[in-house]
């Protein structure tokens, strides 16, 4: 009983919480000159419901019907973002989708002093300069590509929770995903945080693999730490945060692996050479197209 009155505590709270956001939001939105204010509150409270209704959810056992669900939902809420919304890309945003036309076309890349300071600024463009070499740069292919990614994201998103708690899991998280307001409003954006998400999603993905494996498979695991290395470095030449990842995935090794500890520190050594090289491929590549010296360990 206690549970469940807390249970109940806790829902009046956060509907309380989101009816209070929903009346200030409009209400401020002369001040802050917001023209759409009405999108926070209502997609605040369209989480609200999810959940309202995630013990109902936690019963789905149907998993092509539940990933279809959090995938039609995320495709839904990004696509109607996307129409509503018209941005031009300035500061930051302008710098990236210039790098990634210039990437694309073979021209000297804007600002090169800057970037070699922040060298992890080249990577999302020079991934989406390889989508502007067929259609062109448009922003709106930059958009068209941050919706793919997204849908992505909810597919890990899904995975990842079917694969710790079940499918019910892995749908209220794909939903929550897709209703969540900073999700969908970044999408307009020419900005590698969708890239970097998808990325780190893949490598929590790729680590519950590895370290999931049998202990008598030890050999077979080892592809999985080579591939987790290479998903963190690559995550980190969008984002340099890919120690932190490496630190956080050996502490849980280290506290829930089943594995001998000359095993698992063979296992972290495969991990962190492939990830020490790719991002010094990396630099030597961002040196090569900038023609000069770049920051390292960031």
């Known amino acids: 009983m206690k549970n469940s009155g807390f249970s109940r505590l806790a829902y009046f709270g956060l509907a309380a919480l989101g009816g209070a956001f929903a009346a200030a939001a409009p209400a401020l939105a002369p001040f802050s000159g ?37 995938l039609g939902a995320t495709l839904l809420t990004g696509a109607a973002w996307l129409l509503l919304s018209r941005v031009s890309p300035v500061m930051d945003f302008s710098r990236m989708f210039a790098t990634a036309a210039a990437f694309a076309e073979n021209r000297p890349l804007p600002d090169p002093a800057y970037q070699a300071v922040f060298p992890h600024l080249l990577g999302y463009p ?64 020419v ?64 506290v829930f692996g089943k594995r001998r500890l000359t095993r698992l520190a063979l296992s972290l050594l495969v991990m962190l050479a492939v990830y020490a090289a790719v991002t010094q491929a990396g630099t030597v590549l961002w040196e090569k197209a900038l023609e000069r010296p770049v920051a390292r360990n960031g």
């Open 34 to 70: 917001w023209g759409k204010a009405w999108l926070l509150p209502a997609g605040f409270l369209l989480g609200l419901a999810a959940a309202f209704f995630a013990p109902r959810l936690s019963s789905f056992t149907n998993e092509r019907a539940a990933l279809g669900l959090a």
């Open 191 to 254: 900005a590698g945080e969708p890239l970097h998400i998808a990325l780190t999603l893949l490598a929590v993905r790729v680590y519950l693999q590895a370290a999931g494996a049998p202990p008598d498979s030890f050999r077979g695991s080892l592809p999985y730490w080579g591939l987790l290395g290479l998903t963190v470095a690559l995550s980190s030449l969008v984002r340099p945060l890919g120690p932190v990842y490496l630190l956080a995935f050996a502490l849980c090794a280290l």
């Open 126 to 189: 020079f991934v989406l300069s390889l989508l502007f070499r067929v259609s062109g740069p448009s922003v709106a292919a930059a958009q068209i590509f941050n919706l793919f990614l997204s849908l992505c994201i909810a597919a890990l998103l899904f995975s990842v929770g079917k694969k710790l708690l079940g499918v019910g899991c892995g749908l209220a998280a794909g939903l929550l995903w897709a209703l969540m307001p900073s999700h969908f409003m970044l999408l307009s954006l």
